[in-house]
Antibody, heavy 116, light 107 residues
Framework: QIQLVQSGPELKKPGETVKISCKAS????????MNWVKQAPGKGLKWMGW????????TYADDFKGRFAFSLETSASTAYLQINNLKNEDMATYFC?????????WGQGTTLTVSS | DIQMTQSPASLSVSVGETVTITCRAS??????LAWYQQKQGKSPQLLVY???NLADGVPSRFSGSGSGTQYSLKINSLQSEDFGSYYC?????????FGGGTKLEIK
C-alpha cells in the first residue's frame, strides 16, 4: 500500500538547522511530485512548494524562498525539507503530500518546536 | 496569486443535518479544486478532486460542485465521524493556495 512516512518530532533552537524526511513506498517515486505543507499551531494549511521528483527541480511559494530547501534521495524514495536559521515562527507541523492536481497521500506530519 | 475565500469559518451542527461549505476563488480556476478533511492531530485526507470527483473510499454523502470562481462541498446526513476541519485548495497555477478552513463542530 502507498505510504509516506515522515521523520520524528524535532526540538531546535533559533538559528539552528533542521532536515525533515519523507520516505515513500508502494509506488514509483519519480512518477509523482512531492509537496510540503506547513500548519502552525491552531492554524490552517499553507502550501510551501513542491519538488519534481523526476528532475529534482524545486518550486517554492514566495513565503518560503531563502531559508527553505527541498531535496531528494531518489534511490531511497525519500524527499527532504531543510529549514536553515530557524525562527520562532517556523514552529509548526510539516506535512509531505504526494501529487500535482490534488494531494492524494499525506505523511503523518513532523512537529517542529523552536525554543531557546 | 489566486486567493481562496472559504466560508463559514466554523459551523455547529447536529448529526443527521445537511451542511454546505463554500469556497470562492479570486479568479476562474476552471474546476481545478480539491477538498480535504482533517481531524484533530491527523493528516488531511482527500475528499474531492477536480471540483466534483469523489476520492476513493469517500462516502457518497459527500459531494462537490461548482465552476468558475464558486465551489461547494455538501455533506448530507452528517455522521459523527464527519466532524473536524475542511479545506479547499486550488490547482490553477502555483502557488496552490488553501482556503482558510471550516471547523465543523457538534451542536
Amino acid at each position: 500500500q502507498i505510504q509516506l512516512v515522515q521523520s520524528g518530532p524535532e526540538l531546535k533552537k533559533p538559528g539552528e538547522t533542521v532536515k525533515i524526511s519523507c520516505k515513500a513506498s508502494g509506488y514509483t517515486f519519480t512518477n509523482y511530485g512531492m509537496n510540503w505543507v506547513k500548519q502552525a499551531p491552531g492554524k490552517g494549511l499553507k502550501w510551501m512548494g513542491w519538488i519534481n521528483t523526476y528532475t529534482g527541480e524545486p518550486t517554492y511559494a514566495d513565503d518560503f524562498k531563502g531559508r527553505f530547501a527541498f531535496s531528494l534521495e531518489t534511490s531511497a524514495s525519500t524527499a527532504y525539507l531543510q529549514i536553515n536559521n530557524l525562527k520562532n515562527e517556523d514552529m509548526a507541523t510539516y506535512f509531505c503530500a504526494r501529487g500535482g492536481n490534488y494531494f492524494d497521500y499525506w505523511g503523518q506530519g513532523t512537529t517542529l518546536t523552536v525554543s531557546s | 496569486d489566486i486567493q481562496m475565500t472559504q466560508s463559514p469559518a466554523s459551523l455547529s451542527v447536529s448529526v443527521g443535518e445537511t451542511v454546505t461549505i463554500t469556497c470562492r476563488a479570486s479568479e476562474n480556476i476552471y474546476s481545478n479544486l480539491a477538498w480535504y478533511q482533517q481531524k484533530q492531530g491527523k493528516s488531511p485526507q482527500l475528499l474531492v478532486y477536480a471540483a466534483t470527483n469523489l476520492a476513493d473510499g469517500v462516502p457518497s454523502r459527500f459531494s462537490g460542485s461548482g465552476s468558475g470562481t464558486q465551489y461547494s462541498l455538501k455533506i448530507n446526513s452528517l455522521q459523527s465521524e464527519d466532524f473536524g476541519s475542511y479545506y479547499c485548495q486550488h490547482f490553477w497555477g502555483t502557488p496552490w493556495t488553501f482556503g482558510g478552513g471550516t471547523k465543523l463542530e457538534i451542536k
